[in-house]
Nanobody, 126 residues
């Protein structure tokens, strides 16, 4: 089992940038796909972005496409979410998630993610 710890959240003005990190520990493996979800008050959890185990394939929700970038450093067992041109509607708790995916068949499906971090708050002021 892998454990996930997010960091890097905070308060930023609209148009600013933040970088979130998700450090994996425990049964770490390069064959885990990683994703970021977010949940704003009163809204459903949104599948924001994901990266497959090799780092060669990524998914982005339309709401963040062109502004956010997911990446992974397998040597450090860490996934990053670089968020640029932030908007007030990006305000949410951001969760890192993982799924064991050695065959690359699960990483793009939000329902497959079964391991979660505790979340980190991102607040964008207008």
């Amino acid at each position: 089992q892998v454990q996930l710890v997010e960091s890097g959240g905070g308060l930023v003005q609209a148009g600013g940038s933040l970088r979130l990190s998700c450090a994996a520990s425990g049964r770490t493996s390069s064959t885990y796909a990683m994703g970021w979800f977010r949940q704003a008050p009163g809204k459903e959890r949104e599948f924001v972005t994901a990266i497959n185990w090799s780092g060669r394939s990524t998914y982005y929700a339309d709401s963040i496409k062109g502004r956010f970038t997911i990446s992974r450093d397998s040597a450090k067992n860490t996934v990053y979410l670089q968020m640029n041109s932030l908007k007030p509607e990006d305000t949410a708790v951001y969760y890192c998630a993982a799924v064991y995916d050695p065959y690359g068949s699960r990483w793009h499906s939000r329902a497959e993610y079964d391991t979660w971090g505790q979340g980190t708050q991102v607040t964008v002021s207008s």
